[in-house]
């Protein structure tokens, strides 16, 4: 299945930056921990570099898919927060995007029990992205996603879209 198909099907896509997509910068920027208030979750001297790459995002992938489609916010965190561990789906909850892109900062591993998973009807696929691979999340009302950060560093750079075609 292609990565396209895996996004409608499944909910997810899979996938790693290529490597003239710099993403070192962050590494001297401070990512708060996301059980603080969100309005927090975004280091003021990373805006324009994150501004950056979610404009790429919206370029090399969104854009690819849907014709229609609006950028939201962008963030970056560490940890996992208390409603990211139970299973939901963004948009139902009430946020202002039903689309997002996250790029892993650290290896999420079974060892270190970091990991990401995406349920789709009674299907749930257990993600453990790497350092410099993304998760672009379909948030359709059919799909919910979940994450588990049991041990070591979870660093994420968050990408909002709000994309009418998947409403």
């Keep these: 299945m292609t990565p396209e198909q895996t996004f409608f099907v499944d909910g997810y896509w899979l996938g790693t930056l290529p490597d003239d997509l710099d993403i070192e910068m962050f590494e001297s920027f401070d990512f708060k921990d996301c059980n603080q208030p969100e309005e927090i979750w975004l280091d003021p001297k990373a805006k324009s570099d994150l501004s950056r790459i979610h404009q790429w995002f919206a370029d090399n992938y969104v854009s690819k898919m849907f014709d229609d489609f609006e950028m939201k916010d962008c ?26 892109i996250l790029v892993y900062m650290d290896d999420n591993t079974e060892e270190n029990g970091n990991n990401i998973q995406v349920a789709s009807n009674d299907y749930i696929n257990i993600l453990y992205p790497s350092r410099r691979d993304f998760v672009w999340l379909n948030q359709k009302k059919c799909f919910q996603h979940r994450a588990t950060h049991k041990s070591g560093v979870r660093r994420v750079l968050s990408f909002e879209y709000l994309v009418p075609a998947l409403f």
């Excluded at 963030?75 to 997002?100: I, K, T």
């Design 75 to 100: 963030a970056m965190w560490s940890g996992v927060d208390e409603g990211s561990r139970n299973w939901h789906n963004d948009f139902e909850d009430g946020d202002a995007f039903n689309s997002n």
